[in-house]
């Protein structure tokens, strides 16, 4: 598969450090963008912070990680969309699930869609 030999062009080691979500969302980024933009170290430090969001009228706080130490799925979706790649998190969704949403490039259409269906 060629994105398989992109990400790997994109790896960044975290070290010893409990960063691999921020280290991980970076490594995406870049893939999808294609050049190193991204680094896991200071995306950890952004994520640290919440961030205000609008959903309609009403504004959320997202807590996209507990500071220095774990990251939640909804803040690497959050990370991700910030930085314009559209990303959702969804609880249950298999590996084929997000396996096919990669390939057809839409992960937040083809999961929601799956999902719904299982729903009926």
Same mark, same amino acid.
């Given at each position: 598969m060629q994105s398989d030999s992109r990400l790997l062009n994109f790896h960044q080691w975290q070290g010893k450090s409990n960063d691999c979500g921020p280290? !991980?969302?970076?490594? @995406?980024?870049? !893939? *999808?963008? &294609?050049? +190193?933009? *991204?680094? &896991? +170290? !200071? #995306?950890? #430090?952004?994520?640290?912070?919440?961030? #205000?969001?609008?959903? &309609?009228?009403?504004?959320?706080? @997202? @807590?996209?990680?507990?500071?220095?130490?774990?990251t939640m799925p909804w803040g690497i979706a959050d990370t991700l969309t910030q930085h314009g790649v559209r990303a959702r998190w969804r609880f249950g969704a298999t590996k084929d699930d997000l396996l096919n949403a990669l390939k057809n490039k839409s992960a937040a259409q083809t999961v929601g869609a799956r999902q719904a269906a299982r729903a009926l």
């Open positions: 280290f !991980t969302t970076a490594i @995406v980024l870049n !893939t *999808f963008r &294609g050049e +190193k933009i *991204f680094d &896991g +170290k !200071t #995306l950890a #430090l952004e994520m640290n912070c919440p961030r #205000l969001r609008w959903h &309609g009228l009403l504004p959320l706080i @997202v @807590v996209r990680r507990i500071p220095n130490w774990a």
